[in-house]
């Protein structure tokens, strides 16, 4: 069983930027992807950014890619989401998620655990 706990949620202006932060617990000497994802009002959780267990392969949603960030610091475990330029569609409860798989993944159910979200708003 793996927990996490995001922080970092918050308000912020059209522009501005945030750091989201993921704290894994449990069995986390296994090998996991990770993964954000974010849901918005009456919309279905979509995919954010996804990170190999090594940190070396990384992907994006096109939405946010050039200006979303994923990284982690396995030695902590820690994983982050830096978001520069946010814009009013960013709006969302943003998860984390880990997989137990050896690849890096898109969809919902490719990821084992989840976190219970914090929630980012940008006013425009």
């Known amino acids: 069983q793996v927990q996490l706990v995001e922080s970092g949620g918050g308000l912020v202006q059209a522009g501005g930027s945030l750091r989201l932060s993921c704290a894994a617990s449990?069995?986390?000497?296994?090998?996991?992807?990770m993964g954000w994802f974010r849901q918005a009002p009456g919309k279905e959780r979509e995919f954010v950014a996804g990170?190999?267990?090594?940190?070396?392969?990384?992907i994006y949603a096109d939405s946010v890619k050039g200006r979303f960030t994923i990284s982690r610091d396995n030695a902590k475990n820690m994983v982050y989401l830096q978001m520069n330029s946010l814009k009013p569609e960013d709006t969302a409860v943003y998860y984390c998620?880990?997989?137990?798989?050896?690849?890096?993944?898109?969809?919902?159910?490719?990821?084992?655990?989840w976190g219970q979200g914090t929630q980012v708003t940008v006013s425009s």
């Open positions: 990170i190999s267990w090594s940190g070396g392969i990384t």
């Open positions: 449990g069995r986390t000497s296994s090998s996991y992807a």
């Open positions: 998620a880990a997989s137990s798989g050896s690849r890096w993944y898109r969809e919902v159910y490719e990821y084992d655990y």
